[in-house]
């Protein structure tokens, strides 16, 4: 039923007691096996990440493992039962843990929104637990009972918790201690500073007539962690505003957004193919 990430030579000394604990409760353990690869997989084996999938059906009493039945008050669809959940949810929480207990977490676009501080925060947990709903959702009594959170990735609708899943816990296990080679990539990613992050180049430094920008082959740091900042910002301006928001802003960053507006208002004001030609029959 339940299986666990495969941690040759066991965690460390160092990591021992330190690893996060993720269950994952769904009819379809399959969807959750992306979990094994790369980032996450090095995750588990280095015994920073312990993941155990549960088959919901494993808890159903009837000789077809029924988890649904149709919705009280009528409507689309299927609402999956409380009892098997309850009875899952009981086992793992009293399968003896890094915690008393686990956060448990319901996905579903229901929730709030699942951003970079969410991840942040629930990075800080010993144990979680997700709940993967399919059909119409799960029993509200079984939400009311259970769940500590129920987090959504978007606003758009998926076939069921798991890919959302996926998500958050990819999302939160690279912020762990000792989950990714390179710590400076975490703290430079877009939204760790509130900012999107600017455009990156490799070799070579000029590519089907496009050439990588001077500053960053000057070997002038500063200069390149200007250029860097002034990118993200432009960028941020351009495609999420919104965000600006919540970004302090020093003398240089709002002289770089100024700038953007300008820029911003003149190609606003510059006629373009469609004030040039009305479509009309007659221009037809
Ligand atoms: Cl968390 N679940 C489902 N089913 N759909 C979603 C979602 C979650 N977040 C956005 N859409």
Same mark, same amino acid.
Request: proline share 11%.
């Given at each position: 039923m339940a299986e666990s990430a495969a941690t040759p030579g066991g965690p460390t000394m160092a990591e021992e007691g330190s690893a996060m604990r993720v269950d994952v409760v769904t @009819?379809?353990? *399959? /969807? %959750? +096996?992306? %979990?094994? %690869?790369?980032l996450l997989g090095k995750a588990r084996d280095r015994g920073v990440l312990e993941v155990h999938t549960h088959d919901l059906r494993d808890w159903a009493t009837d000789r077809h493992r029924t988890v649904d039945d149709t919705p009280y008050g009528g409507g689309p669809g299927m609402v999956m039962r409380p009892e098997p959940w309850d009875a899952a949810l009981r086992e793992i929480s009293s399968s003896g843990g890094p915690a008393p207990r686990p956060r448990v977490i319901v996905p579903t676009p229901a929730g709030r929104p699942f951003t970079q501080a969410c991840a942040a925060e629930l990075a800080r947990e010993p144990w979680l637990v997700f709940c993967c709903g399919r /059909? +119409?959702? @799960?029993? *509200?009594r079984v939400i009311e009972a259970w769940a500590d959170d129920e987090i959504s990735i978007g606003d758009y609708v998926l076939s069921g918790g798991e890919v959302a899943t996926l998500v958050m816990v990819e999302a939160i296990a690279r912020l762990l201690p000792g989950a990714v080679g390179n710590t400076q990539s975490i703290t430079d990613d877009s939204f760790a500073h509130g900012l999107l992050e600017g455009p990156v180049y490799t070799r070579p430094p000029e590519w089907a007539g496009r050439r990588v920008p001077d500053v960053l082959l000057s070997g002038d740091h500063g200069a390149i962690a200007r250029w860097r900042r002034d990118q993200a910002l432009r960028r941020t301006a351009q495609r999420r505003p919104d965000l600006l928001a919540d970004v302090e802003l020093s003398e240089a960053d709002r002289r770089v957004l100024a700038e953007v507006a300008r820029e911003a208002a003149a190609s606003a004001a510059e006629p373009t193919d469609a004030d040039a030609a009305p479509a009309s029959a007659d221009a037809r």
């Open positions: @009819i379809f353990p *399959a /969807y %959750l +096996e992306p %979990l094994r %690869l790369s /059909y +119409e959702g @799960i029993d *509200a």
